[in-house]
């Protein structure tokens, strides 16, 4: 009975992901989740074994209220942080978990304290290595995408030759921890593998971030999959396969949207501040500077506007007037799109949840291979806080960071307009020749006061 | 759940690699631009970790590995609540604008 409520809770769990294949079924989608959920822990409840219901009725409400009061709080631009925090909470209850099963392994059936099964004891402690790599680094994520640590990448001398030797360590306390089975070892490896989960993001820098967090996704599904093992348990071995493949495949799709190799991202050390040259090597070019009446008058005399958001939108809050500035272009009869780049932002999908957040309809919001060939016939590009994914050295200059990376091909478009806070580099630290092109106008300002200003000018 | 056996393992790594398959059918069928939320419902369903955090703080009385357990369950609960509701709100937002009058409600 109890395999079978775990396997209709799993069945749910894969209808909630495939829900997820478009806007219309992705409601009822999170509702089969909620439902795979409420499942899984009724019916754990009524193991014999479990008889604490006041306590973990009461542990059950702490947790909830305060998952709930943080969800419904969140402003939609600090997503990326959130989900990082979620995550480590997860690869934290992993470890919790994991421990309990060592302290109490009766419980679990998984032998006697000092005598537990061999096996249950590698699932144990690779469980709580991935739970705690999870917990560190998602922490370290969090930090970096709050802006409480620095998101440049931090990079020193040996450092994969450092994470590569506590790997080798990690294992080496795992062989002793399953000959032995004791808890020192057990609480080295858990406080090893936090240090190692710190030391792997840290060198990644803050545009990486999407790789990250997807990539530590997938880790707290792994560690999921690790606990299901030890506890024999098909409904957590599912789920975390579920996870750790959704999360592994999002880390493709990102990495390849910068075309660079995950290896290649997570090594880590990219972007930063140390380019200097290029941005020299244009000092005498002339960028054409405009301001937000230019800007409404040369989109009001436009068909066609495409408007292509960046991390720089997200930051400025920019979302709601940027949408206004579309309403009104599109009642002057002009065709308004949005261009999203999978980079876009700090999370996997982060442009479409702000603009979704700020009632743009997920028609006109367009993934990079589905609108990139109309740019040519498009009048006016609107890019607002992006700037890399534009860059057309991706495809000219092979000597350049960004090289081959797929681009949003606003350079086709008659004209295009960039709102930005001022000349600087991307993260990647390269110059983009668009800027001093004849047919680019700068908009220099916080994105989200241009945007209001546009909407000034053009409702003027 | 008994004996912890060979077979077991077996079992259960056929399981693993199976889910594994559907798990990479299913992901690529999620459109791009429910990323977002697919990363919300990931985070929350990872959370059924809270089925072996109750077996853990299930039985009476209190030691090491009862409140073990009930941290377990009170970090899972955070992210259970926390994962759905945020992914919820993600997705009240993907409804269909007035543009259509095809509301689906």
């Known amino acids: 009975m109890v395999a079978i409520l775990y396997l209709i809770s799993a069945l749910l769990f894969i209808f909630a992901l495939r829900g997820l294949s478009h806007p219309e079924s992705s409601r009822m989608g999170n509702i089969f989740g909620v439902i795979g959920m409420i499942i899984a822990v009724f019916t754990t409840l009524m193991f014999k074994s479990v008889l604490s219901y006041y306590e973990i009725g009461a542990a059950i409400l702490i947790g909830g209220a305060i998952g709930s009061f943080i969800a419904l709080r969140i402003e939609m631009t600090a997503l990326p942080q959130l989900v990082a925090a979620f995550h480590s ?36 402690s690779i469980g709580t290595f991935i739970g705690a790599i999870t917990f560190s680094g998602s922490v370290l994520a969090f930090g970096k995408l709050q802006g409480t640590i620095s998101g440049k990448p931090i990079v020193f001398k040996f450092q994969h030759l450092i994470n590569a030797l506590i ?22 490896i858990v406080i090893i593998s936090i240090l190692l989960g710190f030391l792997v993001v840290i060198p990644i820098g ?45 880390s493709y799709i990102m990495s390849k949207g910068m075309n660079r190799s995950i290896i290649n991202v997570v090594l880590g050390g990219f972007g930063g501040e140390q380019d200097t040259s290029a941005s020299k090597d244009n000092s005498d070019k002339i ?94 590009s609107f890019v607002i806080g992006a700037n890399d994914v534009t860059n057309p050295a991706a495809k000219t200059d092979e000597s350049s960071p960004i090289f081959g990376m797929p681009i949003l091909d606003v350079e086709k ?48 | ?31 791009p631009a429910l990323h977002s939320p697919l990363m919300g419902v990931t985070n929350a369903i990872s959370s059924v970790i809270i ?15 009862k409140i073990f357990g009930l941290i377990g369950v009170v970090l899972a609960s955070v992210n259970i609540f926390g994962g759905f509701l945020v992914t919820y709100r993600m997705l009240s937002m993907f409804k269909k604008k007035t543009k259509k009058t095809k509301e689906k409600e």
């Open chain 2, 1 to 31: 759940m008994e004996a912890h056996s060979s077979e077991v393992f077996v079992i259960g790594l056929t399981v693993f690699f199976l889910a594994c398959i559907i798990g990479y059918y299913v992901v690529w069928s999620v459109t």
């Open chain 1, 89 to 124: 909470l997860v690869g934290l209850a992993a470890v919790f978990v994991a421990a309990a099963a060592f302290y109490d392994p009766v419980a679990f059936s998984i032998g006697k304290v000092g005598s537990i099964k061999t096996a249950s004891l590698v699932e144990m």
């Open chain 2, 51 to 65: 089925v072996g955090a109750i077996l853990a703080a299930g039985p009476q009385g209190f030691d090491t590995s």
């Open chain 1, 167 to 188: 790997f080798i360590l990690i294992i080496f306390l795992i062989v002793l921890f399953v000959i032995n089975q004791s808890p020192t070892i057990f609480w080295t």
């Open chain 1, 413 to 460: 478009s008659q004209s295009v307009l960039f709102v930005k806070r001022s000349m600087a580099t991307g993260y990647s630290g390269v110059d983009n020749e668009l800027f001093y092109r004849d047919n680019t106008t700068m908009l220099f300002g916080d994105a989200k006061k241009m945007c209001e200003d546009i909407v000034k000018s053009l409702s003027a």
């Open chain 1, 287 to 380: 960028v054409k500077q405009g301001n937000a009446e230019d800007a409404a008058y040369i989109m009001k005399n436009a068909d066609s506007v495409i408007i292509v958001p960046g991390y720089g939108m997200a930051v400025a809050q920019a979302q709601h007037a940027l949408r206004e500035m579309g309403d009104i272009l599109k009642k002057e009869g002009i065709e308004v799109r949005y261009a999203i780049h999978p980079v876009a932002g700090r999370m996997p999908g982060h442009m479409n949840v702000l603009l979704a957040e700020a009632n743009v309809p997920y028609e006109e919001v367009l993934e990079l291979d589905e609108i990139n060939h109309d740019f040519p016939m498009t009048e006016v």
């Open chain 1, 206 to 250: 803050g545009a990486d971030m999407p790789v990250v967090v997807s990539m530590l996704n997938s880790y707290s599904g792994w560690a999921a999959c690790g606990i299901g093992f030890t506890l024999s348990n098909n409904l957590l071995i599912i789920t975390g396969a579920l996870v750790g493949a959704s999360g592994a495949i999002l």
